[in-house]
């Protein structure tokens, strides 16, 4: 595994990435321009930039007003199909509908992502639906992305699918690991990671806007 160095951008907008991981998401604004804090409750030794541990909601409501744009992946254990088969989504919290109340309250621009089951069941916005063939990655991996401007900006091509793009198919759990653009992170982090691709893209379109409303 290849550990990022961190870098610290001057003048860059700031992004606050909530419930951050390992930093799969985190990845993608870095690459987009932007200057990365990432929360988590847990330790994250392998997250390749600034980051605190905290409860992600209080650092939110605390914090989140210092950054120019708060993305949110609240936990999606609770909405997730998976979940039936491999225990109770009682047993996981609901933070989706309280985590986004509290990045609205800070009054800046917000990005929600979650697994699709979130929108089938009316509780996420579905702005943005993102797959990994979409960026040329040879993988399925479904992410809805609700943002506090509604969508709009570009279009990506239409998702399309193989069998041997389902993770089991891709021979082992690194290999889907390093499929997704996750290099840096061992295989149980990677499995909860999102590939960096996506919030790239989100987080162009985000400033693409911003360019366009200050012309």
């Not at 993305?71 to 199909?81: K, M, V």
């Not at 889907?176 to 999102?194: H, I, P």
């Amino acid at each position: 595994m290849t550990q990022p160095v961190p870098i610290r951008r001057a003048h860059a907008p700031r992004l606050l990435d909530l419930c951050c991981g390992a930093g799969g998401l985190s990845m993608g604004y870095h690459r987009a321009g932007f200057d990365v804090t990432g929360v988590d409750i847990h330790p994250q030794p392998r997250y390749p930039f600034a980051f605190v541990q905290a409860d992600a909601i209080d650092y939110a409501r605390d914090h989140g007003h210092e950054y120019d744009l708060i993305h949110g992946s609240w936990p999606c254990e609770h909405y997730a199909r998976v979940t039936r088969w491999r225990g109770r989504r009682e047993d996981h919290p609901d933070l989706l509908a309280p985590g986004r109340d509290a990045m609205q309250a800070t009054g800046r621009p917000w990005v929600v992502e979650n697994v699709p089951e979130a929108a089938w069941n009316g509780l996420l916005r579905p702005d943005y639906l993102l797959c990994g063939t979409q960026f040329g990655l040879p993988l399925r991996r479904h992410r809805v992305f609700e943002t506090s401007w509604g969508g709009g900006g570009d279009l990506v091509a239409p998702c399309w699918h193989r069998k041997n793009l389902l993770a089991f198919e891709h021979k082992g759990e690194r290999a889907y690991a390093d499929a997704m653009g996750c290099t840096w992170m061992n295989n149980l982090e990677a499995r909860k990671a999102v590939p960096p691709a996506y919030s790239q893209w989100i987080g162009e379109q985000f400033l693409a806007l911003e360019r366009s409303a200050a012309a």
